[in-house]
T-cell receptor, first 116, second 114 residues
Framework: AQTVTQSQPEMSVQEAETVTLSCTYDTSESDYYLFWYKQPPSRQMILVIRQEAYKQQNATENRFSVNFQKAAKSFSLKISDSQLGDAAMYFCAYRVTQGGSEKLVFGKGTKLTVNP | DTGVSQNPRHKITKRGQNVTFRCDPISEHNRLYWYRQTLGQGPEFLTYFQNEAQLEKSRLLSDRFSAERPKGSFSTLEIQRTEQGDSAMYLC????????????FGPGTRLLVL
């Protein structure tokens, strides 16, 4: 079964600095999608960035970028120029495709604090 | 695009009562998903629909849980004979049918069972 591990329950960063959140996953599939979702306090989960496993190029979305290491099954999120609004829970997720499943498997999350 | 909406946003109930939650997906999205999120955990998959067909159910979805999407638009999730362990945030997400389309989440319904 696919699993997603986020080894950092909490992280903090100074405003304007850069922070990297870690994620590892376990799968036997060769083609899959990975996602980072952000869940601000008492607000809904929103997609930050996604990565297709067949693409070697790392995905980027403005200040957010990933370091996708397929062989190592690692998918870290880098946030550059951190802003106060980046404070949230960040969840790494894997999209299961075996057997026609469409579910996302999430890690336990990393709580990011941004200090002014 | 008005986003995924869920009602109610909060529900407090007594153990043994039945509760029903509603999810309205993004209008052009054919797929609808339900997840459950407990404190300190990531969301866990419960079930998903393509149009009105329920295509997958998790083992987490016990006999007391039932989900429907009768006309392929909104969906309801009912929990019968609630237990304290059912206290959680229930999240709904929707996506288009294309392979590996992104799932967009609603704000969730927070259930507290006393």
């Amino acid at each position: 079964a696919q699993t997603v591990t986020q080894s950092q329950p909490e992280m903090s960063v100074q405003e304007a600095e850069t922070v990297t959140l870690s994620c590892t996953y376990d799968t036997s599939e060769s083609d899959y999608y990975l996602f980072w979702y952000k869940q601000p306090p008492s607000r809904q989960m929103i997609l930050v960035i996604r990565q297709e496993a067949y693409k070697q190029q790392n995905a980027t979305e403005n200040r957010f970028s990933v370091n996708f290491q397929k062989a190592a099954k690692s998918f870290s999120l880098k946030i550059s120029d951190s802003q106060l609004g980046d404070a949230a829970m960040y969840f790494c997720a894997y999209r299961v495709t075996q057997g026609g499943s469409e579910k996302l498997v999430f890690g336990k999350g990393t709580k990011l604090t941004v200090n002014p | 695009d008005t986003g995924v909406s869920q009602n109610p946003r909060h529900k407090i109930t007594k153990r043994g009562q039945n509760v029903t939650f509603r999810c309205d997906p993004i209008s052009e999205h054919n797929r609808l998903y339900w997840y459950r999120q407990t404190l300190g955990q990531g969301p866990e998959f419960l079930t998903y629909f393509q149009n009105e067909a329920q295509l997958e159910k998790s083992r987490l979805l016990s006999d007391r849980f039932s989900a429907e999407r009768p006309k392929g638009s909104f969906s309801t999730l009912e929990i019968q004979r609630t237990e304290q362990g059912d206290s959680a945030m229930y999240l709904c997400a929707s996506s288009r049918t294309a392979f590996q389309e992104t799932q967009y989440f609603g704000p969730g319904t927070r259930l507290l069972v006393l």
